[in-house]
Nanobody, 125 residues
Framework: AVQLVESGGGSVQGGGDLRLSCTAS????????MGWYRQAPGIECELVST??????YYADSVKGRFTSSQDNAKNTIYLQMNNLKPEDTAVYYC????WGLGPHVGECPASFGFWGQGTQVTVSS
């Protein structure tokens, strides 16, 4: 069975940094696209970043501030978030799919792929 477990969320002041981790079981990174989504109250689910076949995608809203990486030995992906802004406040979800990951209209978690339980990130001004 596939299981994704996120950690690393928390509260930070604007300009601060956080690193999210997502440890996957039942997933082989060679066969799955991995990614991060987020959802803030009243706002639709937003694709933040994906890692697939060595290619990394970032949403324009986080480009230059967030960095995705993966550790194959630990079966873990990371989202390093620097210079956080209040608008980054959201529940962040790790996701995996053997069919690829893309933008999603609606609520997180979505019905496609596999999703973690989410971790709250709160950035104060």
């Amino acid at each position: 069975a596939v299981q994704l477990v996120e950690s690393g969320g928390g509260s930070v002041q604007g300009g601060g940094d956080l690193r999210l981790s997502c440890t996957a079981s039942g997933v082989t990174f060679d066969d799955f696209s991995m990614g991060w989504y987020r959802q803030a109250p009243g706002i639709e689910c937003e694709l933040v970043s994906t890692i697939s076949g060595g290619q990394i995608y970032y949403a324009d809203s986080v480009k230059g501030r967030f960095t995705s990486s993966q550790d194959n030995a630990k079966n873990t992906i990371y989202l390093q978030m620097n210079n956080l802004k209040p608008e980054d406040t959201a529940v962040y979800y790790c996701a995996a799919s053997s069919w690829g990951l893309g933008p999603h209209v609606g609520e997180c978690p979505a019905s496609f792929g596999f999703w973690g339980q989410g971790t709250q990130v709160t950035v104060s001004s």
